[in-house]
């Protein structure tokens, strides 16, 4: 039997958590690109992510943590630490231990999003997430929608979506697929346009897509045509074999509440529905090294190139190809019309 995944765990910035997710003094736990982390928030409203155990006993912050002012508690002997990690207090000890301290993840709030940067050698941010003017604009665009989608297949195998065009006909039935214009990288970026026909009743309009990456976990992508529809989309590895999928939307207002919801939720409804078509196809693939492409496919390798500079341990290519180590469930469309609702639900997990 082949390993599931040729692929190390990333590095990059990556989402842990919405803004919206995290009040003042809320202490979660997480369990991300491979670490069990803490995410929490200051009482000046700062968010900070840290390693999840306390070095003196290895308690969870995350199971029982509180906040006091912006120091994090220790649920176990009420230890304090600072946002740097530094040990401030031991409650029934008059001195601290300048041995005690908890690793600190560099963390930015952003877009409405609060993203961590890993490094497995803990190298330091190697570039910046921008801001989306989109996503910060109140007054011009719609409320974010969010959502959520479990995955069990490496960050890779569905990141591979978005330069595979071909998939779009024989997977999602669409009849009209994306026009690839140009596909370029330049360091942690990567940039793709393509045109896009939308079918409408009253006739195909032309549009475009424009898909534009900061490393593995941060994409912003501009759908224009019918009207100007807007995605993050965010791809945190959990650990080397499953991802967590995040995708935030708003759209250009029309002046019309009624018409923003109607276009937002149709828009939102479509992606949900090829997301839980797609999910099935990532999680029971193999990945083949050397796939045989066709002439007319998408510019796999040069994603794939791109990609490549994100393993700081490189990839595993002793193996032909690496195959799932289960069998997981196939697309049923009745599950999903319930269970997409909400956020971040699994369609295939047992009621």
């Known amino acids: 039997m082949f390993k599931r995944s040729p692929f190390p765990i990333p590095y990059g910035w990556f989402q842990v958590s919405w803004s919206h997710d995290l009040k003042v003094g809320d202490v979660k736990p997480a369990l991300q690109f491979g670490r069990h982390l803490t995410i929490w928030r200051d009482n000046d409203g700062v968010a900070h992510v840290s390693d999840a155990f306390c070095p003196h006993l290895g308690a969870h912050f995350g199971h029982g943590g ?3 002012g912006n120091e994090l508690v220790c649920p176990f002997h009420g230890w304090r630490f600072d946002c740097e990690g530094k040990n401030t207090l031991i409650p029934y000890s008059d001195r601290i231990n300048n041995k005690a301290c908890v690793p600190q993840y560099p963390t930015i709030e952003r877009n409405g999003l609060i993203m961590a940067w890993y490094h497995p050698r803990s190298v330091e941010p190697e570039w910046e997430i921008p801001e989306i003017p989109e996503f910060n604009d109140t007054e011009n665009f719609t409320p974010i929608v969010t959502r959520e989608y479990p995955v069990q297949a490496p960050w890779q195998e569905v990141a591979e979506n978005g330069v595979d065009a071909a998939h779009f006909r024989y997977v999602h039935n669409t009849e009209q697929l994306p026009e690839l214009q140009g596909y370029e990288s330049d360091g942690p970026m990567s940039h793709m346009r393509s045109a896009q026909k939308f079918p409408t009743p009253r006739g195909v309009v032309e549009g475009r897509i424009d898909h534009d990456s900061w490393g593995p976990g941060f994409s912003f992508i501009k759908f224009s045509g019918i009207v100007d529809t807007y995605l993050m989309g965010c791809n945190t590895p959990i650990d080397d074999k499953s991802c967590i999928v995040r995708f935030t939307f708003t759209v250009r207002k029309l002046g019309d509440d009624a018409i923003n919801s109607t276009v937002g939720d149709a828009f939102v409804d479509e992606i949900d529905r090829q997301v839980f078509e797609d999910k099935p196809i990532w999680e029971n693939k193999a990945h083949i090294i050397t796939p045989a492409l066709a002439t007319t496919d998408g510019p796999f390798m040069k994603f794939r190139k791109w990609a ?4 700081y341990e490189g990839i595993d290519t002793s193996a032909p190809r690496y ?10 469309p009745e599950r999903k019309s319930t269970a997409s609702k909400r956020l971040g639900s699994d369609p295939f997990a047992e009621a």
């Open 323 to 332: 195959e799932p180590e289960d069998v997981y469930p196939s697309y049923d």
């Open 308 to 311: 490549s500079q994100f393993y």
């Open 66 to 68: 509180s906040v006091a």
